[in-house]
């Protein structure tokens, strides 16, 4: 790296599939850079101020790196860059990053998160960062084992979120409403929560809102306590946009989808329910649904199904009922 005084002008570094274990401090000086790209490297050891150094970064892209980060918290420091640096990058608009040890992660990160434009952010040692497709422009990953409305500067994020995982999160009972809704997700994967109940609640809501609107695909798995996806009443437009449902291991669900909800899965080309032990139909058809849709006893068709697979349901007594039969 002995030339880098002559690169003071560059604007643009990808350090791409290198084998390098230490990231070289000297690129610390290249201050005009506006992106950085060390995706997929072999960079372990990223020492302090360098990040912080490069104040015009625009873009900076660190997925599926071993990073070591240093914990700010830990009274023994070891020299290595914080992901509290990224603070002092004022003009920082995309973001790709990893961070499997969550005790890393700052929680005052709200400021650089509301800025972000494009991120894809993967929180926790469960997940794998080729699951991230390379099209969704705002993807989440988390595993914090905290209530993550309230901490991180999460929240600032999940409001634009595109792609959202979630595995273990504490205190999240009711999905859309603790999490302030979300008007752009498209996928919706939620992993090993003992705690959750419901993706919608809104049975004691005064006003009824429009439910994940854009969403495309949602994956439900191993969520031990889930009663229902939609606790109705629920409006007539949400999850209009829906193609895809994976539900595997929800052991309390008894039924896919109520009346109120199925009545909008007019784009629903593929259902997959395994090991749902209690699972007695895929629809429930609730005769007082009327109250919120005139026409409850329309009859129900999937005219976009392509693929319905139904594994290990050992309770399922029919595929569409009602409530009062």
Same mark, same amino acid.
């Given at each position: ?49 360098i ?35 990224l ?70 994020l ?14 999240i ?16 994967h ?13 049975k ?13 695909? !949602?994956?439900?798995?191993? #969520?031990?306590? =889930? &009663?229902? $996806?939609?606790?109705?009443?629920? +409006?007539i437009? %949400?999850?209009g ?63 976009? !199904?392509?693929?319905?697979? #139904?594994?290990h =349901? &050992?309770? $399922?007594?029919?595929?569409?009922? +009602?409530?009062? %039969?």
């Amino acid at each position: 790296m002995d030339a880098i005084e002559g690169l003071q002008n560059l604007e643009i570094l990808r350090i791409y599939k290198s084998s390098m274990i230490k990231f070289p401090r000297e690129i610390g000086r290249l201050t005009q850079l506006r992106m950085l790209d060390l995706s997929n490297s072999g960079i372990e050891e990223l020492p302090s101020n360098i990040i912080s150094s490069l104040i015009n970064l625009e873009e900076l892209y660190m997925g599926n790196t071993s990073i070591d980060w240093e914990d700010v918290n830990s009274t023994v420091q070891t020299g290595n860059a914080s992901i509290a640096e990224l603070k002092k990058l004022p003009n920082l608009t995309a973001l790709e990053l990893q961070i499997r040890e969550t005790r890393k992660l700052p929680r005052d990160m709200q400021l650089i998160f509301e800025k972000l434009n494009l991120f894809k952010i993967a929180i926790g040692d469960v997940w794998e960062w080729a699951d991230i497709k390379d099209d969704t422009l705002k993807t989440l990953m988390l595993k914090l084992g905290t209530n993550i409305h309230l901490e991180h500067g999460i929240k600032a994020l999940i409001k634009g979120v595109e792609k959202l995982y979630l595995d273990d999160v504490d205190g999240i009972q009711n999905v859309l409403y603790q999490l302030n809704g979300f008007p752009l997700l498209k996928h919706l994967h939620i992993q090993h929560n003992a705690n959750m109940k419901h993706i919608v609640d809104s049975k004691d809501r005064i006003q009824i809102h429009v439910s994940f609107p854009a969403l495309e695909t !949602l994956v439900l798995h191993n #969520l031990r306590n =889930l &009663e229902h $996806i939609c606790h109705d009443p629920l +409006s007539i437009t %949400s999850f209009g946009s829906l193609s895809v449902i994976k539900v595997k291991n929800c052991i309390q669900l008894k039924y896919l989808f109520s009346h109120t909800m199925v009545k909008g899965l007019s784009q629903l080309s593929e259902i997959e329910v395994c090991h749902c032990n209690y699972m007695k139909e895929i629809v429930l058809k609730d005769n007082n649904s009327s109250a919120y849709n005139d026409t409850a006893d329309e009859k129900i068709d999937f005219l976009l !199904l392509r693929s319905l697979t #139904l594994e290990h =349901l &050992e309770t $399922i007594d029919d595929f569409f009922s +009602s409530t009062n %039969s």
